[in-house]
């Protein structure tokens, strides 16, 4: 029998309670929710992420996923009976609050050092930045860090020797020449 279909009626003695109430006669005729028998037959009061069609007559998955509730471009939705999921993207995070799951901003600049001691963190939407101080450089693309540059690698002291500092660099100078004021040139 379809949910919804009507039983026959049948002859009862009249100590017996007349069941046509369909609540006792098909237990989980609601599937995911509690059956609730009135007037003009049953209806449902359906669990968390289940709502009542008033076609089929039961408790049927409410698709959460039609809202976009992880946020469009933080993250992917996927639909379940019941509930949804959230795979979140590469620099987003999931956020369950009150029963609600959504993807959010990794602050990465939260974390102490994460571009180094030569550089100031901003954060971004997905991703974050690295702004280096003079005298330093981001490592890679993949790993904003801040290190410092080896200036000698340049062999900027001309009759001298290089000495690398952290953000910066110093030269000594041969006998017979000196430091420039800031000590980067003999
Ligand atoms: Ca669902
Ligand atoms: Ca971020």
Redesign the pocket.
Known sequence: MTPGARYPAVEIAPTQVTETDECKLNRNICGHGECIMGAAGYTCLCYSGYRWHPQRRFCTDVNECEAEPCGLGKGVCMNTGGSYNCHCNR?YQLKVHKGVRSCV????CAKPHVCGDGGTCT??????KCDCRPGYRVKSSRQPLCKDMDECEESPCKHGWCENLPGSFRCTCQDGFAPAPNARSC
């Open positions: 620099g901003d990794i602050d990465e954060n971004y939407p997905g991703h974050y």
